[in-house]
């Protein structure tokens, strides 16, 4: 067991505040502020008792409030940080998941569970924001996003076959998307439009995520447009991991802002 | 009492979507209102003599709609409560949410205190484990549901006098720039999905373990001093973020 991880936890004899709180909040605080980062593992129960010099029971405590708020996870008996954030140019620019996930530093893989070509009716398509389609067919993909094997963020994606002839025959399912439409269509996404909120995971979707059922996650739905304007892409995600994303809002944008409206 | 459906079997618009419709006009109708129990899938085709896939049908697209919610165990409730629509960019001015939403945003302050129990948030105000902070806790309502549960920590050494200063109508920006005149120059946010506790889900009207948006944001000046730390939740039924965002 690494030293290091002991020595940042510490408790404060004389606070009102008990000590499996104590324990609990120091290291929720570590993990937010990624002193203690995704996949570190945690001093096993009887080490952090003995260096804090107080009952296992405490401990125990503070950990199964720290699973149960989803920041840490056991595995093997070890408990490990489980909490990860997406970095912030994964949300103010259009970057790739796949892209988004080797920025964490781990090592990204897709899964294809579903893909088919779907017929859609105008209703729908007229809620998902496409207008243009000459015959509502559309290439669907449903995959999940791992970094080192975890389960990160699950995506489906409504491709319209008119925009994208041939790719129900040539896309394999595991390939990073972005890449594989500027290799073979000649273009890019160049605008998302997305909205984002949070919601509680369904059974089928949690065990995808490995997740409880009703954990807490955010779902995104992005319109993608092509730099002609063109709406080439609806995609619906859902993702336990927090964004970090907007790292400044300046006083002068705020300011403009505040002008503007 | 389900007086509120109707359903013509002698015309050809499908039944899941005449029962869809009824449901739709008496919400919008007000005869509806939020967290109203319906009637079990059961029920309703008993009535009816219709099958129970088409009344399923019919309520799984008025939950695509957002107009009702499944709670396990418990039944099918009435969800129709006012969604707000933020763009991310300006998710902290309220003035500006007012305008868009056209409807009244009111503002409580249901807790002013001075403490140092909350160590996420004394790390993240980079404060001593001796030294306090003021909290003002604020629930932000429209139309009587709440739509916000806002935590503000300001450090008490920024802030000499607050007690005597407060004035629950202030606004933060206010505060900070002109009553302390700090020099403000930029925020850091956060935003991640965690489950309400029991404590939040009763002040913001919504169950425990709903998921909510919590929404974490720092407050730096020129000295490069953390001046202020607010942590937002949001109910996530009741709250959508909008952004645009542009490839590189």
């Given at each position: 067991?690494q030293?290091?991880?002991?020595?940042?936890?510490?408790?404060?004899?004389?606070?009102?505040?008990?000590?499996?709180?104590?324990?609990?909040?120091?290291?929720?605080?570590?993990?937010?502020?990624?002193?203690?980062?995704?996949?570190?593992?945690?001093?096993?129960?009887?080490?952090?008792?003995?260096?804090?010099?107080?009952?296992?029971?405490?401990?125990?405590?503070?950990?199964?409030?720290?699973?149960?708020?989803?920041?840490?996870?056991?595995?093997?008996?070890?408990?490990?940080?489980s909490?990860?954030?997406?970095?912030?140019?994964?949300?103010?620019?259009?970057?790739?998941?796949?892209?988004?996930?080797?920025?964490?530093?781990?090592t990204?893989?897709?899964?294809?569970?579903?893909?088919?070509?779907?017929?859609?009716?105008?209703?729908?398509?007229?809620?998902?924001?496409?207008?243009?389609?000459?015959?509502?067919?559309?290439?669907?993909?449903?995959?999940?996003?791992?970094?080192?094997?975890?389960?990160?963020?699950?995506?489906?994606?409504?491709?319209?076959?008119?925009?994208?002839p041939?790719?129900?025959?040539?896309?394999?399912?595991?390939?990073?998307?972005?890449?594989?439409?500027?290799?073979?269509?000649?273009?890019?996404?160049?605008?998302?439009?997305?909205?984002?909120?949070a919601?509680?995971?369904?059974?089928?979707?949690?065990?995808?995520?490995?997740?409880?059922?009703?954990?807490?996650s955010?779902?995104?739905?992005?319109?993608?447009?092509?730099?002609?304007?063109?709406?080439?892409?609806?995609?619906?995600?859902?993702?336990?991991?927090?964004?970090?994303?907007?790292?400044?809002?300046?006083?002068?944008?705020?300011?403009?802002?505040?002008?503007?409206? | 009492?389900?007086?509120?459906?109707?359903?013509?079997?002698?015309?050809?618009?499908?039944?899941?979507?005449?029962?869809?419709?009824?449901?739709?006009?008496?919400?919008?109708?007000?005869?509806?209102?939020?967290?109203?129990k319906?009637?079990?899938?059961?029920?309703?085709?008993?009535?009816?003599?219709?099958?129970?896939?088409?009344?399923?049908?019919?309520?799984?697209?008025l939950?695509?709609?957002?107009?009702?919610?499944?709670?396990?165990?418990?039944?099918?409730?009435?969800?129709?409560?006012?969604?707000?629509?933020?763009?991310?960019?300006?998710?902290?001015?309220?003035?500006?949410?007012?305008?868009?939403?056209?409807?009244?945003?009111?503002?409580?302050?249901?807790?002013?205190?001075?403490?140092?129990?909350?160590?996420?948030?004394?790390?993240?105000?980079?404060?001593?484990?001796?030294?306090?902070?003021?909290?003002?806790?604020?629930?932000?309502?429209?139309?009587?549901?709440?739509?916000?549960l806002?935590?503000?920590?300001?450090?008490?050494?920024?802030?000499?006098?607050?007690?005597?200063?407060?004035?629950?109508?202030?606004?933060?920006?206010?505060?900070?720039?002109?009553?302390?005149?700090?020099?403000?120059?930029?925020?850091?946010?956060?935003?991640?999905?965690i489950?309400?506790?029991?404590?939040?889900?009763?002040?913001?009207n919504?169950?425990?373990?709903?998921?909510?948006?919590?929404?974490?944001?720092?407050?730096?000046?020129?000295?490069?001093?953390?001046?202020?730390?607010?942590c937002?939740?949001?109910?996530?039924?009741?709250?959508?973020f909008?952004?645009?965002?542009?490839?590189?």
């Amino acid at each position: 067991m690494q030293s290091n991880v002991l020595e940042l936890i510490n408790i404060d004899r004389r606070s009102t505040v008990n000590y499996s709180q104590q324990v609990k909040e120091n290291m929720k605080a570590l993990i937010l502020d990624r002193t203690l980062y995704y996949k570190t593992d945690l001093p096993t129960q009887d080490e952090l008792a003995a260096h804090l010099n107080v009952s296992v029971k405490v401990i125990n405590e503070a950990y199964e409030q720290l699973v149960q708020e989803r920041y840490i996870k056991i595995k093997n008996g070890t408990y490990r940080v489980s909490y990860i954030e997406l970095t912030n140019y994964f949300f103010d620019r259009n970057t790739a998941i796949y892209d988004a996930v080797i920025a964490l530093g781990l090592t990204p893989s897709i899964e294809c569970l579903s893909k088919k070509v779907v017929t859609l009716d105008s209703e729908t398509m007229e809620r998902m924001g496409f207008s243009d389609s000459p015959d509502g067919k559309f290439f669907y993909i449903n995959r999940l996003y791992y970094g080192d094997n975890q389960p990160i963020i699950i995506l489906e994606n409504y491709l319209p076959l008119h925009v994208f002839p041939g790719i129900e025959f040539n896309f394999k399912g595991h390939e990073p998307l972005n890449d594989y439409i500027f290799a073979h269509y000649g273009f890019k996404a160049a605008l998302s439009k997305r909205v984002t909120k949070a919601v509680n995971l369904s059974q089928k979707i949690a065990g995808l995520l490995n997740e409880r059922t009703n954990a807490a996650s955010i779902q995104s739905t992005n319109k993608i447009y092509d730099a002609k304007g063109r709406m080439i892409d609806y995609g619906r995600s859902f993702s336990i991991s927090s964004y970090y994303f907007q790292a400044l809002i300046t006083k002068a944008e705020r300011d403009k802002y505040t002008k503007e409206n | 009492m389900m007086d509120y459906i109707h359903i013509n079997k002698l015309i050809t618009k499908s039944i899941y979507k005449q029962i869809a419709d009824s449901i739709t006009e008496a919400i919008d109708k007000g005869e509806l209102q939020y967290n109203d129990k319906l009637p079990t899938e059961k029920e309703i085709c008993q009535l009816f003599s219709i099958s129970q896939t088409v009344v399923k049908k019919a309520y799984e697209q008025l939950i695509l709609d957002g107009k009702i919610r499944r709670i396990k165990g418990k039944g099918t409730y009435v969800t129709n409560r006012d969604v707000i629509k933020t763009d991310l960019h300006s998710f902290y001015n309220f003035e500006i949410m007012n305008q868009e939403n056209e409807s009244k945003i009111t503002k409580e302050t249901i807790i002013l205190d001075r403490s140092n129990k909350d160590i996420s948030s004394i790390r993240e105000l980079k404060l001593k484990n001796d030294e306090k902070y003021y909290l003002i806790v604020n629930l932000f309502k429209s139309k009587h549901n709440p739509i916000l549960l806002q935590r503000i920590y300001l450090p008490m050494k920024y802030y000499k006098k607050l007690d005597t200063l407060f004035d629950s109508n202030f606004d933060i920006f206010q505060l900070i720039e002109h009553t302390y005149h700090y020099d403000f120059t930029h925020m850091h946010s956060s935003f991640s999905p965690i489950n309400a506790s029991k404590a939040d889900s009763l002040l913001l009207n919504i169950e425990a373990d709903d998921a909510l948006y919590l929404v974490r944001t720092k407050m730096i000046d020129s000295k490069d001093n953390v001046i202020c730390y607010i942590c937002n939740y949001y109910p996530g039924e009741f709250t959508e973020f909008e952004v645009t965002v542009h490839a590189i």
